[in-house]
């Protein structure tokens, strides 16, 4: 009786080694066939969805891929959620914050239930996979935004960030791994259904979490901060990116809180220093 996780990326691997009883399975889940017999030698009882096409060296990739980004943001979502259904498995999806541009349409933040304005494909996949999810009574679809943690990877927001020469001005909401993990486990134990906005309470701009990096990693660290089209129009990247501030009213309501981002960034960058 096992929680079966796809997706053997980055988020996948941090999810399988902390659920109970979760087991990292390989395999394209847009193959019904596959994911029918992986879930039934596994006895799953509840699954884990961290597969996807995230796009290399960033989602521009997906631009020119559409074909592929549809299959495993999209088909391979619905194809899984058929399977757990017909099974009784209960299915958490990873998706993305990354649907909504810009300011929310009422203060606090974008909700649960705004609806999207996706611009890029990536995002434009992640929404269509929402948009069908979150109804289902089996289904529950646990949104994170630009993840940070401890441990240097080229995906981890911190390296990201410090590499780059060019760093847009703006303030977005956030996601600790290790929390999104924890809160991952949570809503599987509930079975818990429909949209959650998985990010830390606060808000973080570029800047200061490139001050607290020169801070705890490295004092000589530079970079040139650019208003945010100028990442465009300079031609930095050829998808718009997301930036935007998420409200989490949902989690709250079932009780869980994660920690503030204000909190947990300095003790991530110290670990980050370590560990560099
Ligand atoms: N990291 C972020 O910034 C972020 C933020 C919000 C949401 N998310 C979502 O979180 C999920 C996991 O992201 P991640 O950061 O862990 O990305 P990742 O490191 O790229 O991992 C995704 C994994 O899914 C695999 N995959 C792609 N298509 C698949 C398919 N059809 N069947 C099975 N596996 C497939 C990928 O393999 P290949 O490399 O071979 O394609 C990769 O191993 C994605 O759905 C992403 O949209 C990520």
Redesign the pocket.
Same mark, same amino acid.
């Given at each position: 009786m096992k929680t079966v996780v796809? @997706?053997? @990326? $980055?988020?996948?691997?941090?999810l399988a080694a902390a659920l109970p009883d979760a087991v990292l399975v390989?395999?394209?889940?847009?193959?019904a066939a596959f994911v029918r017999e992986a879930l039934a030698a596994h006895e799953a009882v509840a699954v884990v969805? +961290? +597969?996807?096409?995230?796009? !290399?060296p960033n989602v521009d990739w997906c631009e020119t891929h559409q074909r592929?980004t549809y !299959?495993?943001?999209v088909?391979?979502p619905l194809v899984l959620a058929e399977a757990c259904e017909a099974r009784g498995a209960y299915m958490l999806?990873?998706?993305?914050?990354?649907v909504f541009y810009g300011p929310s349409p009422s203060p606090g933040g974008w909700r649960e239930d705004d609806f999207a304005n996706p611009i890029s494909y $990536?995002s434009r996949t992640?929404y269509a996979a929402d948009l069908a999810l979150a109804p289902l009574a089996h289904v529950g679809v646990a949104?994170? !935004?630009?993840?940070l943690d401890g441990a240097p990877n080229p !995906?981890n927001?911190i390296t990201k960030l410090s590499r780059y020469p060019f760093v847009i001005d703006v303030e977005n909401s956030v996601?600790v791994v290790d929390d999104f993990v924890a809160v991952a486990g949570e809503l599987v134990q509930r079975r818990a259904q429909g949209v959650f906005h998985v990010t830390n309470p606060g808000v973080m701009r570029h800047r200061d979490l490139l001050a607290a990096y020169r801070a705890h990693v490295d004092a000589a660290h530079a970079a040139e901060f650019i208003a945010a089209d100028q990442l465009t129009a300079r031609g930095l990247a050829s998808a718009a990116r997301s930036n935007c501030i998420l409200a989490s009213d949902r989690l709250a309501a079932l009780g869980i809180a994660m920690p503030p981002i204000e909190v947990a960034l300095p003790r991530l960058m110290a670990e980050y220093a370590r560990r560099a």
């Amino acid at each position: 009786m096992k929680t079966v996780v796809f @997706g053997p @990326g $980055y988020l996948g691997h941090r999810l399988a080694a902390a659920l109970p009883d979760a087991v990292l399975v390989p395999g394209d889940i847009s193959d019904a066939a596959f994911v029918r017999e992986a879930l039934a030698a596994h006895e799953a009882v509840a699954v884990v969805n +961290a +597969a996807g096409k995230t796009g !290399r060296p960033n989602v521009d990739w997906c631009e020119t891929h559409q074909r592929e980004t549809y !299959r495993s943001n999209v088909i391979g979502p619905l194809v899984l959620a058929e399977a757990c259904e017909a099974r009784g498995a209960y299915m958490l999806h990873v998706g993305s914050g990354c649907v909504f541009y810009g300011p929310s349409p009422s203060p606090g933040g974008w909700r649960e239930d705004d609806f999207a304005n996706p611009i890029s494909y $990536y995002s434009r996949t992640k929404y269509a996979a929402d948009l069908a999810l979150a109804p289902l009574a089996h289904v529950g679809v646990a949104r994170l !935004r630009m993840p940070l943690d401890g441990a240097p990877n080229p !995906r981890n927001l911190i390296t990201k960030l410090s590499r780059y020469p060019f760093v847009i001005d703006v303030e977005n909401s956030v996601t600790v791994v290790d929390d999104f993990v924890a809160v991952a486990g949570e809503l599987v134990q509930r079975r818990a259904q429909g949209v959650f906005h998985v990010t830390n309470p606060g808000v973080m701009r570029h800047r200061d979490l490139l001050a607290a990096y020169r801070a705890h990693v490295d004092a000589a660290h530079a970079a040139e901060f650019i208003a945010a089209d100028q990442l465009t129009a300079r031609g930095l990247a050829s998808a718009a990116r997301s930036n935007c501030i998420l409200a989490s009213d949902r989690l709250a309501a079932l009780g869980i809180a994660m920690p503030p981002i204000e909190v947990a960034l300095p003790r991530l960058m110290a670990e980050y220093a370590r560990r560099a």
